[in-house]
């Protein structure tokens, strides 16, 4: 529960919150949280893209990428706060693939969660066909494998198909990726211990469906479903992971199997990347709901600076929201339990802003 907010409610502005039960992290920041502008990883800014010019193709530790993945400065950005994100757009002769990779995963890593802002130039299905790409199955948002990727199983999150291959039951579901060409966020949470794959989309909590389950389904326990009541076997299994081998989104943006996608353009921006789902996010709404088909506006805080159990300080990210004002600040633990109620920004207590 948040007890208080103090510090300078501006974009780079530094609050910290007090209260209790925001549980634990091994460290204050996440492991990766990269503007574009700027690469953190494990806090510190990487300055990875430093001098690029504008189009360089990325060649830096932060991640690994596919053969076309470019450093933007002149292509719209998702908000005004930005000055540079990662575009894709067919050169090398590959339209089919944009995507990003994060390091290898220490072996002690069984969960992650991932979140990042993509806008494609062709979405959706028309007709049965693929405008995106190769098919239900073939074009991936996100692939999931372990560090030692030869060998293992994989887990995926595609332009429809939602399934987890070489899992208990190869269960799959479909769920609509959606024909939007505008920029959207998407939230990945895979837990190989609690046995969680977890979507958001924009917000909210992007169910599957599948008829053999008689509607929509959830790649949890069945004690563990949130929006109906629970199924077996629809647990998300990773038998194919050994124990010295820690699981990572593999890759994750836009990587059609097939390359049918000529004249696809992808655009990718705000990546977090973590071990765990304990954060801090601002929200345009008063009370936390991540219910599907919730409305809701949230934006990652990725500049943890301190975190404990009763303290935590951040820098604050103002994100795609044209103002602060009347929007609300949430703690998230490491469960992905929010604060029921936000805290209001416009009754944070000032502090002035610290110099530099």
């Known amino acids: 529960m948040i007890a208080s907010v103090t510090g300078e409610v501006d974009h780079g502005g530094v609050l910290t919150i007090t209260g209790d039960g925001f549980g634990p992290r091994k ?46 400065l002149s292509r719209p950005h998702r908000h005004p706060r930005l000055t540079a994100h990662y575009a894709g757009w067919g050169q090398n002769g590959n339209p089919g693939k944009m995507w990003l990779c994060p390091p290898d995963a220490p072996p002690t890593q069984k969960r992650f969660y991932l979140s990042f802002y993509r806008k494609v130039k062709n979405g959706g299905y028309r ?19 372990g560090s030692d990727y030869s060998g293992t199983g994989e887990n995926v999150l595609c332009a ?41 989309k924009d917000g909210h909590y992007h169910l599957g ?52 996608s000529a004249g696809q353009e992808v655009d990718l921006s705000e990546i977090y990347y973590d071990d765990t789902q304990a954060r801090v996010e601002i929200s345009d709404q ?4 991540d219910a599907p088909g919730s409305q809701v506006h949230r934006e990652a805080q990725g500049r943890l600076l301190d975190w404990s ?3 935590i300080r951040l820098v604050l990210f103002q994100g795609g929201f044209e103002s602060l004002s009347g929007k609300y ?20 207590s000032h502090k002035p802003k610290p110099e530099d």
């Open 27 to 72: 460290q204050a920041a996440p492991i990766i949280w990269d503007t574009g502008s700027a690469q953190y990883v494990n806090g510190t800014n990487a300055d990875a893209c430093a001098g690029f010019s504008d189009g360089r193709l990325i060649n830096q530790s932060v991640w690994s990428a596919s053969e076309n993945v470019a450093y933007s």
């Open 127 to 145: 007709d049965g066909q693929a405008a995106s790409g190769g098919g239900d199955g073939s074009t991936k948002i996100v692939r999931i494998a």
């Open 160 to 200: 429809m198909l939602y399934g987890m291959r070489n899992s208990h039951d190869l269960a799959s579901a479909w769920i609509d990726a959606g024909d939007e060409t505008t920029w959207v966020r998407w939230e990945i949470y895979v837990d190989t211990v609690k046995q969680w794959f977890d979507v958001w």
């Open 209 to 260: 469906s599948y008829s053999g389950a008689g509607g929509t389904i959830e790649f949890r326990p069945a004690a563990d479903w949130r929006f109906r009541a629970g199924l077996s076997h629809y647990q998300f299994d990773a038998p194919w992971l050994p124990a010295d081998v820690g699981i990572e989104p593999m890759l994750f943006g836009y990587d059609d199997g097939h390359q049918l």
């Open 286 to 289: 008063a009370t936390w709901n």
């Open 309 to 311: 159990a009763t303290r």
């Open 329 to 348: 600040l949430y703690v998230i633990d490491a469960e992905g339990r929010a604060s029921v109620n936000g805290w209001p920004l416009n009754n944070v």
